[in-house]
C-alpha cells in the first residue's frame, strides 16, 4: 500500500504526462495531411461536435527499463465519454450495442440491451483496470447523488477496455479510483486529445502506435441536418492489412514488428472500442444498427476481426432527453424512420474510418516495459505512399 507522501507524487506524475502529452498534442490529423474521407466533418471534426457530449483523459507515464510488478513502466490510463455531461447519471440516454467479436469486455451491457438506456459515462481503459474503474464509477456517482442519493442508489456502469500488457505494466494496476475521478470531473467539450493519451495510452494499432482518436460527420439538411460522432480507443490489427484511402500502406511502409514474442503476420493482437454518439432522434434498436455498421469502417482499414481481437461498440443519442422520466405515465419520443437512416449509417462508417487514422497520426513512438518500443506511424512516408497512388487531395498535392 503506498504511503500518502508516494500516492501525492504518483499523482502529481500522472498530471505531468498528462500535461505534457496534452502539449503534444497539437499534431497533423488525417485532413492535415490531406488523406481523402467522403463525408463532412463538423466543426472540430470530433465526438463532441455532438451538443451536450464531453470527453476527459486521464493520462499515465511513468519510468523505463525493466518490468518491476507493481512500480511499471507505466503507460496506461482512463477516457471517459459522458452523453449529457454531468447529467449522465440522472438524464439516460437510448443506446444499443454490438460485440463484432468479443475478445474483450464492456461492462453493464446486458443492461443496456434489456432497458434500451444508457445510463452514465462510457469508460475506456485497459484490460485489467476494468474492475477498480467500474466501482469508480459508482463511487462518483454517488458522490454526485449528493445526500439524497438521487440516481445512485443503483448502478451498472459501462467499462470497456483494450489490452497494453506489450508496453504497460497492467499487472501493476496503476489505475486508482483517483484517475477516474479526474477523467470524469475534467471531461469537457471541445477538442479531444488524440493519440497516446487517456486509455490508449499503452496500445497499439495495425502494427504502429495507436490510441484514442475521433471524427464526426454533420449530416445534410435534406438528411436532417444531424451530427454524428465517433471515438476510438484502438489496438488491433496487423500491418500488412493496414488501409488509408483504400491503399495498402502497410505493406509499403517498413517498421519492426512490435510484437518480438509471434510475427504480426500470423495472428491479429489487441482489440478496439468504439463509442458512437448522436443527436439525432434514434430509439434503442436502431442504435444497434448504428453500432453494427462501425465494422465496416473497420473493414475499410483492413480489419478482419481476428479471433484475438475484441471489437466492442456502443452507440447512444442525446435526442428524446425526457424519455427516461419515471413519472408513471407514458412519455412521448421521436425517431427517425427506418428508411431515413441511410445517411447515419454511411456516417458512422465514414467517422469511424477516420477516427482510426487520427488516433494513429496523433500517437507518438513510445518505449515501454523491457525496451518494448513502437513506432507512431510516419506522417512523411505515409503521404509518399499516397502521393504515389494519387490518393491525396488537391490542396495538399499543390
Request: proline fraction near 5%.
Amino acid at each position: 500500500m503506498l504511503r500518502q507522501s508516494a500516492l501525492v507524487s504518483f499523482v502529481l506524475l500522472a498530471l505531468a504526462a498528462t500535461v505534457a502529452v496534452a502539449a503534444d498534442a497539437r499534431h497533423e490529423r488525417a485532413r492535415d495531411l490531406g488523406i481523402p474521407f467522403d463525408g463532412t466533418p463538423g466543426p472540430l471534426n470530433a465526438i463532441t461536435d455532438v451538443q451536450g457530449v464531453l470527453v476527459g483523459q486521464t493520462t499515465l507515464i511513468e519510468g523505463d527499463g525493466k518490468l518491476v510488478v507493481g512500480k511499471g513502466p507505466v503507460r496506461t490510463g482512463v477516457t471517459a465519454v459522458l452523453p449529457r455531461g454531468k447529467d449522465s447519471i440522472r438524464q439516460f440516454s437510448y443506446a444499443g450495442w454490438f460485440s463484432q467479436n468479443g475478445n474483450g469486455e464492456m461492462t453493464g451491457t446486458t443492461w443496456v440491451d434489456e432497458s434500451g438506456f444508457l445510463e452514465g459515462p462510457v469508460m475506456i481503459t485497459n484490460t485489467h483496470s476494468v474492475g477498480v474503474v467500474r466501482d469508480a464509477v459508482i463511487a462518483w456517482r454517488v458522490k454526485q447523488g449528493g445526500e439524497d442519493q438521487t440516481g445512485a442508489w443503483w448502478s451498472l456502469p459501462v467499462v470497456a477496455e483494450t489490452w497494453d500488457g506489450w508496453l504497460n505494466d497492467i499487472n501493476g494496476f496503476h489505475v486508482k479510483p483517483e484517475h477516474v475521478f479526474q477523467a470524469l470531473d475534467s471531461a469537457r467539450s471541445g477538442p479531444v486529445e488524440e493519440g497516446a493519451v487517456g486509455g490508449g495510452t499503452g496500445m497499439i494499432c495495425n502494427g504502429f502506435k495507436g490510441g484514442i482518436g475521433t471524427s464526426s460527420r454533420k449530416l445534410a439538411d435534406k438528411d436532417g441536418g444531424y451530427t454524428l460522432g465517433v471515438l476510438v480507443q484502438c489496438n488491433y490489427g496487423l500491418r500488412a492489412n493496414l488501409r488509408i484511402a483504400g491503399i495498402p500502406v502497410g505493406r509499403e511502409i517498413e517498421s519492426e514488428d512490435p510484437y518480438a514474442f509471434q510475427p504480426s503476420f500470423s495472428a491479429e493482437h489487441g482489440s478496439i472500442i468504439v463509442v458512437v454518439a448522436t443527436d439525432a432522434p434514434l430509439l434503442p434498436h436502431q442504435l444497434k444498427r448504428i453500432a453494427r455498421r462501425v465494422s465496416l469502417g473497420l473493414g475499410r482499414e483492413g480489419s478482419i476481426s481476428g479471433n484475438g481481437s475484441g471489437d466492442i461498440f456502443i452507440a447512444f443519442s442525446t435526442a428524446n432527453p425526457g424519455a427516461s422520466e419515471n413519472d408513471h405515465g407514458p412519455v412521448t419520443v421521436r425517431m427517425v424512420p427506418n428508411d431515413s437512416m441511410d445517411a447515419l449509417f454511411a456516417a458512422t462508417v465514414q467517422a469511424t474510418e477516420e477516427a482510426i487514422v487520427n488516433a494513429m497520426l496523433g500517437a507518438h513512438d513510445m518505449t515501454g516495459i523491457d525496451g518494448h518500443h513502437v513506432r507512431a506511424l510516419p506522417h512523411d512516408e505515409l503521404r509518399k505512399v499516397l502521393a504515389r497512388y494519387n490518393r491525396l487531395t488537391d490542396k495538399a498535392r499543390r
